[in-house]
């Protein structure tokens, strides 16, 4: 028959770790601690080969809007017909260097910057992802390389076709 003062504290013990874990994870997050330091640090929105790109497009561009990193969530919708979660999901983290755009915002082409990395092998490569998306909307996609800038004059000759 087992000591009845050990059936006592081990009944005791049990309580007290069911009463502790009940109060750990029942307490409320702490509110952020606005005093103390964040690890946050600003940095560049553009590397300085998109920063030469961007001036360009400007220049070349007078009549368009540029715009900056764009999520292709902002310009890309799914049709009504089809699962829409689904399908904004497989564009949700995406996003092109540059939107050119007519006055009103509508987007009339999306350039990519890129250092010769893409993998177009991989049917299943983000990059073909955002190509096939882009296509369907009708929206042209330019690649330029960051070694092999385009000058003004070429930029708008591939806009004024």
């Known amino acids: 028959m087992p000591d009845l003062n ?10 007290f770790v069911v009463a502790g874990a009940i109060i750990f994870f029942r307490r409320k997050p702490k509110a952020p601690n606005f005093a103390a330091l964040w690890p946050y640090a600003g940095k560049q929105i553009m590397t300085e080969p998109g920063q ?3 001036k360009r497009l400007v220049e070349a561009l007078p009549e368009c809007v540029v715009f900056a990193q764009v999520p292709l ?11 829409q979660r689904e399908w904004r999901d497989r564009i949700g983290q995406m996003s092109v260097d540059f ?6 915002s509508t987007v009339v082409a999306v350039i990519d910057l890129n250092a010769g990395t893409y993998d177009h092998e991989s049917p299943q490569s983000a990059d073909r992802i ?4 882009l296509e369907s909307a009708g929206i042209t996609l330019v690649r330029y390389k960051a070694q092999d800038l385009p000058g003004i004059v070429e930029i708008r000759n591939v806009f004024t076709r």
């Open 99 to 104: 939107a050119v755009c007519l006055p009103d």
């Open 52 to 54: 030469v790109l961007f």
């Open 130 to 133: 955002k190509e096939k998306a």
């Open 73 to 83: 969530s902002r310009f890309l919708q799914v049709e009504p017909d089809f699962p």
């Open 6 to 15: 050990f059936v006592w504290i081990a009944l005791a013990l049990a309580v």
